[in-house]
């Protein structure tokens, strides 16, 4: 969107719809993902199904919107390994995510690292954010 004056929102839509129809990842997906590389999952299908919401300009510095876009580049770099065949569909960082601090205890049965789960960001070591919980059923939840 621009207005009259050529300045452009403040927000932007992200259409994962395309890519989940390739690959099975859902916008779900890489929102949950969001939160492994520590940042608040955005918006998740509205104003429209199938998409993020992504409002980074409201607080955040500059240093903060280089790691989102490094993380932004990252997850799609792990849809396309969904896509090109190198990741399993089903059983990749992205399905599991966002990974607890269960990860880094007991045995281990994923086809990806324990790192690329925890740490998937030189940066997130630094400050490492540990979800409460993994996947729940979301609209049973708001119940």
């Known amino acids: 969107y621009k207005g009259e004056h050529g300045r452009v929102a403040h927000e932007c839509i992200i259409d994962l719809r395309p890519l989940e129809h390739e690959t099975g990842v859902t916008a779900e997906d890489v929102a949950k993902r969001l939160m492994d590389f520590g940042f608040h999952a955005p918006t998740l299908s509205f104003p429209v199904p199938g998409t993020l919401m992504i409002e980074p300009t409201e607080s955040e510095s ?3 919107l280089e ?6 580049i990252q997850i799609h770099a792990e849809i396309l390994a969904v896509r090109d065949g190198r990741s399993d569909p089903q059983n990749n960082p992205l399905k599991h995510a966002p990974h607890t601090a269960a990860v880094i205890a007991g045995a281990w049965g994923r ?3 324990r790192e690329q789960a925890a740490f998937p960001a030189p940066w997130v070591r630094e400050r490492k954010f540990w979800p409460y919980v993994s996947r729940i ?3 049973y939840g708001d119940r």
Do not use: G, I, K, T
Request: hydrophobic share 40%; charged share 20%.
């Open 111 to 113: 086809p990806y690292s």
């Open 137 to 139: 059923d979301n609209v």
């Open 67 to 72: 790691r989102f876009c490094q993380a932004m």
């Open 62 to 64: 500059l240093a903060e």
